[in-house]
């Protein structure tokens, strides 16, 4: 079974930082394209940074282009997400998916979710 956490969240001031986790069990994870995600009250669902189904480049969203870097770490199956200057507007529940990657297959749906890590921004 695939199972996915994330953690990481927390209270932090306009202008800070923060580091999500998501771990990854069940798969390797080299098999596997990985997205951030992240939903704010009211707010649809918005993809934020993920890794090319190859895992050779990273993508962004324009809100958050320049200040979040996504990153991974094959051996310890985690994912990071890394976000400087920290807006209030980047407050939401944050959600680390996963979509099967491998020999040429690279869908379009992500078909693994975590169960989120909330980020507060505000002073």
């Known amino acids: 079974q695939l199972h996915i956490v994330e953690s990481g969240g927390g209270l932090v001031q306009p202008g800070g930082s923060l580091r999500l986790s998501c771990a990854a069990s069940?798969?390797?994870?080299?098999?596997?394209?990985i997205g951030w995600f992240r939903q704010a009250p009211g707010k649809e669902r918005e993809k934020i940074s993920w890794f090319s189904c190859s895992g050779d480049s990273t993508n962004y969203a324009d809100s958050v282009k320049g200040r979040f870097t996504i990153s991974k770490d094959n051996a310890k199956k985690t994912v990071y997400l890394q976000m400087n200057s920290l807006k209030p507007e980047d407050t939401a529940v944050y959600y680390c998916?996963?979509?099967?990657?491998?020999?040429?297959?690279?869908?379009?749906?992500?078909?693994?979710w975590g169960q989120g890590t909330q980020v507060t921004v505000s002073s």
């Open positions: 069940g798969f390797t994870l080299s098999n596997y394209a």
């Open positions: 998916a996963a979509k099967r990657a491998i020999a040429g297959l690279c869908p379009t749906a992500y078909t693994d």
